[in-house]
């Protein structure tokens, strides 16, 4: 696979099926796992670096899992490629800074990712559709067996496994859901949600990851503790704090059709309306319309749309993915023309 | 030892130069210690380093008493307080007392509850085995006072416990 074998496809996480995918766009979880005795990539010379791409690489290699995949060495890409890369969530920001000896391994479709000398020397992770954190803590955690028995992990069985940053130690499990909310958001009830998750100890932030605000009504929930639970339990606390969660977005979005359902399709076919029409867009904007969109296809208001497409768009409208889809680069201007140009050919427009 | 300076009082601060590869040793008293600072300082910039010897003797003691290192991978306590990185797996084990305590105030318990690799890679394990194989052979060695013996297999060990680490 090449990186521009990307473009045309996206991941198996957008395709907008599975549990709750009404509100729930995706799941993920992500592992950090590092080779015990070997300085963590912080501490790593360049050689030490390299060394534990090699070591990690041969691993994967003997792995069903990783049959389909394709490493990519970070420090042989252009900007364009890394910022396309972060985009698509499969890796972060950090992971494009100072690229020695860091790489990407990303499976078919997209469904896991290995950042290779990150914080850690290996963060796994699985992204599912849905709310699907069972299904993917079952993928996730069989992947990290067949690695355990390849590679020496750094644990302890008091602290269990090792981390750079002792704000992951333990089970160094981050599970994360990304919810879309809008009618908590417009009901005005969000930031008492958003408070009530804080207080229990998850986090929460944007759609475009950490340190980004909420765009397009997306909120990225997941747990902060890594350290004196079993993975399970980390995961059902998620669970059953996701489910009242969801409820009182169905009860917002009920509220909303009932008091006021014009007001609600009116902003609905609005905002799909200046989706196809308009010829110059910006990111912001587009990702406020889509949202609307959004709602408008889980509340059956707009019927002949398919979420996936709707879902895709929230990628591929971003900087990078404009500019791989046209083959150059493209200043800011030239992008809110293509942005709008590739939104009109998606949802059918004039 | 009197000042290399004044020549007055007690020099209480030793500083050792290398200019062009030629090492100079140098004893101060507390306040030429100052003073030369200031000149380094104009020189190297070397303000960092020489601040510190500005209260060298009491400093020292302090030090002493705080710096702790990890012997794998040389990351002291204090860096990592300032970085909020650990420096590898290693370093859980050195600083074992401080991180039990930060350990708890982040995630409010300090005890592992999760998985545990599913099994230790076949050719390390092996190699464990072979280790407690020679370990026993050794005992027995000293047993029947064959310290000849014991001391041979207890260099063998010593060999592949270091060539496990590196």
């Known amino acids: ?350 | 030892m009197q000042c290399d300076i004044c020549g007055k009082k007690k020099a209480t601060v030793h500083l050792t130069e290398i200019v062009d590869e030629q090492m100079s040793e140098m004893h101060l008293c507390e306040e030429c210690a100052r003073t030369k600072s200031v000149q380094m300082e104009q020189q190297f910039g070397l303000s960092d380093l020489l601040a510190g010897l500005a209260d060298f003797g009491k400093q020292v003691k302090d030090k002493e008493q705080t710096t702790l290192a990890c012997a794998n991978c040389k990351l002291d306590y204090e860096e990592f307080k300032k970085m909020g990185r650990l420096g590898c797996s290693e370093c859980y084990t050195e600083f074992e007392s401080h991180l039990a305590n930060l350990l708890k105030k982040i995630h409010g318990s300090n005890r592992h509850l999760g998985k545990a690799p599913g099994s230790i890679p076949v050719a390390h394990k092996k190699e464990i085995e072979t280790i407690n194989d020679i370990k026993h052979e050794m005992q027995e060695s000293i047993a029947r006072e064959d310290f000849e013996k014991a001391a041979e297999l207890r260099d063998k060990i010593r060999g592949m416990e270091q060539e496990d680490k590196s």
């Open chain 1, 1 to 350: 696979m090449r990186l521009d074998d990307l473009i045309y496809h996206t991941g198996e996480w957008l395709r907008g099926t599975g549990p709750h995918s009404n509100i729930v766009m995706s799941s993920r979880i992500r592992l950090a796992r590092n080779l015990a005795q070997k300085p963590f990539p912080n501490r790593a010379t360049k050689k030490g670096s390299i060394s534990i791409l090699e070591t990690v690489e041969e691993a994967v290699s003997g792995i069903d899992y990783f049959k389909k995949s394709t490493t990519f060495k970070i420090h042989e890409m252009d900007n364009i490629d890394k910022q396309f890369l972060i985009e698509r969530h499969l890796m972060s920001h950090e992971h494009s800074m100072n690229t020695e000896g860091k790489a990407l391994i990303v499976s078919d479709e997209e469904i896991l990712s290995v950042m290779v000398n990150e914080e850690d020397h290996m963060r796994i992770q699985v992204m599912q559709s849905g709310l699907n954190l069972n299904e993917t803590w079952k993928i996730i955690n069989s992947i990290d067996d067949a690695l355990s028995k390849r590679l020496d992990f750094a644990y302890s069985p008091r602290w269990g496994y090792l981390t750079a940053c002792p704000t992951n130690t333990g089970t160094a499990m981050r599970g994360s859901v990304m919810l879309h909310l809008p009618a908590l958001v417009m009901t005005k009830q969000i930031n008492k949600v958003l408070s009530a998750i804080a207080k229990l100890s998850f986090a929460s932030r944007g759609f475009y990851g950490e340190g980004t605000q909420a765009q397009g009504n997306f909120y990225q929930i997941s747990n902060q503790v890594s350290l004196g639970h079993s993975e399970e339990e980390i995961l059902q606390n998620i669970n059953g704090l996701l489910k009242q969660v969801i409820e009182q977005e169905i009860q917002a979005r009920q509220a909303l059709m009932v008091q006021n359902k014009p007001m609600l399709e009116d902003k609905i076919f609005r905002s799909l309306g200046v989706l196809k029409s308009a010829y110059i867009i910006s990111s912001q904007e587009t990702v406020e319309l889509l949202s609307m969109v959004r709602m408008g296809i889980d509340l059956d208001v707009l019927k002949d749309l398919d979420r996936r497409v709707v879902n895709e768009l929230f990628i591929t409208i971003q900087p990078a993915h404009l500019q791989k889809i046209e083959g150059k680069k493209l200043s800011a201007s030239a992008r809110d023309t293509k942005r709008a140009s590739l939104i009109r050919e998606k949802l059918g427009g004039v």
